[in-house]
């Protein structure tokens, strides 16, 4: 009898990871509940839209779409370097932060090393970890799921990471570290440990908490064009470090993959402040009122430093069952994955429109998740 027929197979690498899907479409979960569209407040897109001279800049850009980007970025480059007092070489343009985590994964985190994280922050990190064979290690949070030094730093002791990632302002908790916690972290790790902020909401918060734009050569940070600027579906955006780290991407990234119109709507959105401080005062307002909404419910709420707020349900099990409550009513939310803060659910701050029409179904979902815990 012959033998079966042999096919190519994946790594043994790639092929013990578990099958998953990182994260459900709000257009997959709207089929799911029978709708046609959702009340979109699950994925921290903007609300308000690009800035009117992005839009203006990339309508007429389309019109060429048949030409490649140009693949060093250098035009939008050489202005986001102007602006953060930098050299051209020390800025990469790439498709969006989780396109960036993928190569610093490639390029600092050897198979089998360890990447230091708080347990509970953004998890995309972790699918490029598994990808390219490193490992998560986890440092507890505090009592609002943000970041510890000293928990950090501990972490790094054990794991001898050589990577340490942290959202900040963090995604999902919305906490903040200002520069000053940041710059003692960085002192107490060793020189040789490559330390990833991800700044992707540092755009709600005033430059003057963030960390300076001095480069170092010990850190990266990100940037993206997807949250008060409007433009997460044009994928786009970019990292700051040394010209040595930068020329390490220059050897693993996807020369073309940032497409041509974001790189054009992105750098007339660099030009518009005036539309960009309008969006961060709309964004604080949606926060308080979510904060009082909460209140008004008699329900935590978390501080935030993003476009979102984290409301408290109670149990894993309550704001599991609340998300489910909301989708049934038209609206995509969604919840942190890891305690302590797993009881909450996660709201981007939407419009004057939207902000109403979430607090009328928050009120009702509300009630018949509490109406199911009672029986």
């Known amino acids: 009898m012959s033998a079966p027929p ?53 309508r007429e850009a389309v019109a060429l779409t048949s030409w490649y980007g140009d693949p060093e970025s250098l035009q939008l480059r050489a202005a986001l370097a102007a602006r953060h007092g930098c050299a051209v070489e020390e ?35 972790f699918y490029h970890l598994n990808g390219f064979g490193g490992r998560a ?15 950090i730093a501990d972490a790094v002791r054990r794991s001898g990471a050589k990577l340490v990632y942290i959202a900040n302002p963090d995604n999902p908790s919305g906490s903040f570290a200002d520069r000053a916690t940041l710059a003692a972290l960085r002192e107490v790790l060793p020189d040789d440990v490559l330390l990833f902020l991800d700044e992707a909401y540092a755009d709600f918060v005033s430059p003057g908490e963030l960390p300076p734009d001095a480069i170092d050569p010990r850190t990266i940070r990100t940037r993206t064009f997807s949250k008060a600027y409007g433009m997460a579906g044009a994928r786009i955006g970019y990292a700051l470090a040394s010209a040595e780290v930068i020329a390490t991407f220059q050897k693993l990234r996807l020369h073309f993959g940032v497409n041509r119109t974001a790189q054009i ?25 979510y904060h009082a909404l909460a209140a008004a419910h008699a329900l935590p709420s978390l501080p935030s430093r993003t476009n979102f707020v984290c409301i ?14 909301l989708l049934e009513l038209g609206v995509f939310v969604r919840k942190p994955w890891a305690p302590p803060i797993d009881g909450f659910v996660r709201v981007t701050v939407g419009t004057v429109a939207e902000r109403a029409a979430f607090a009328e179904r928050f009120a009702e979902a509300l009630d018949r998740v509490r109406e199911k815990a009672v029986r």
């Open 265 to 289: 709507g992105a750098l007339a959105a660099l030009d518009d402040g005036a539309f960009m401080r309008g969006v961060i005062a709309e964004v604080e307002r949606g926060r308080d009122e």
């Open 137 to 151: 290690e986890f440092a507890e949070p505090n009592e609002n799921g943000g970041l510890v030094p000293e928990n």
């Open 312 to 325: 408290g349900i109670g149990s894993k099990a309550d704001a599991e069952a609340m998300v489910a409550a």
């Open 6 to 58: 042999r096919f190519p197979q994946p790594t043994t690498q790639v092929a013990s990871i578990p099958a998953m899907t990182p994260f459900v479409a709000p257009e997959e979960l709207a089929r799911r509940v029978g709708r046609s569209e959702l009340l979109r407040l699950g994925a921290n897109e903007s609300a308000f839209g690009p800035s009117p001279r992005a839009i203006a800049a990339m």
């Open 91 to 125: 800025v990469v343009v790439a498709s969006g932060i989780d396109e960036l985590m993928g190569l610093i994964v490639r390029g600092f985190c050897a198979p089998g090393a360890a990447c230091v994280a708080t347990r509970g922050t953004y998890p995309t990190l």
